[in-house]
């Protein structure tokens, strides 16, 4: 199985002191926003890649998304299905045994292959960025791509703060109208709630938050996020990349 290098781990390894990560490519799957992150930080990323193992891996995510490829054998078709399904077992591994749900599992898969593919946009707000690291986010520039997590509903989400920023915690906004959706979170999660109404569904009771308010939902909790109106809020989220391990403090 091959092992799936994302930005979180980066972040660790500049942590612990090292400068140097080594790999195999053929053994190794590395995401571009892993890249920019030791970049940013100073880790050398030491690699002997050929130009056969790159175009496998683009075949494979083209094929994960539904396109169809022009040309290709039945051999590079296999080795398309084979690259997904490798990326699928790198990233359940990082997750907790028996925490998370086939949605979550889907939407990480789908989020490693579009990095894969380098078709992950910038954060889509606009952005003050101080050289000893300060983030600021202009609320009112925020523009919203689809969560994954709730198919055939449309829910709003974009992440802006992560582990491009080699920050910890992570912070993005939500929104959508008269829905709602079921999610298990492995990961601990803050939402302060800035427009409409958010209702969270556990233990056989609804809480209702309206502007200004605050919830903290604790990993691990299975919930159900709804609307009966429509909602807008913030959360933040830690670990950054909860599809790995948690980092400690």
Request: with cysteine.
């Amino acid at each position: 199985m091959k092992v799936l290098v994302t930005a979180q781990d980066i972040v660790k390894l500049h942590r612990n002191g090292e400068t140097l990560l080594e790999i195999l490519p053929r053994d190794t799957i590395i995401t571009p926003e892993a890249r920019d992150v030791a970049n940013k930080l100073g880790v050398k990323i030491s690699e002997e890649a050929n130009l056969s193992e790159k175009t496998n891996i683009s075949e494979g995510s083209r094929l994960a998304e539904g396109s169809h490829l022009a040309k290709g054998s039945s051999s590079t078709l296999q080795q398309s299905a084979n690259t997904v399904h490798q990326i699928r077992e790198a990233i359940e591994a990082k997750l907790p045994s028996g925490k998370h749900t086939p949605a979550l599992l889907e939407q990480l898969v789908k989020k490693a292959i579009k990095e894969l593919q380098h078709d992950v946009p910038d954060p889509q707000c606009e952005r003050d960025v101080a050289e000893s690291g300060v983030v600021l986010v202009r609320g009112n520039s925020v523009q919203f791509g689809e969560f994954d997590g709730a198919p055939g509903k449309s829910i709003g989400i974009t992440d802006v703060i992560g582990t491009g920023d080699n920050s910890p915690i992570a912070a993005g906004f939500m929104q959508w109208e008269k829905s709602s959706f079921p999610w298990t979170l492995t990961y601990d999660e803050i939402d302060v709630v800035l427009e409409g109404e958010l209702h969270i569904r556990c233990d056989g009771k609804t809480y209702i938050g309206k502007p200004g308010d605050v919830f903290y939902i604790p990993k691990d909790t299975a919930i159900e996020f709804a609307t009966p109106s429509k909602v807008r809020f913030v959360y933040v989220t830690y670990p950054a990349d909860w599809s790995g391990d948690q980092v400690p403090a």
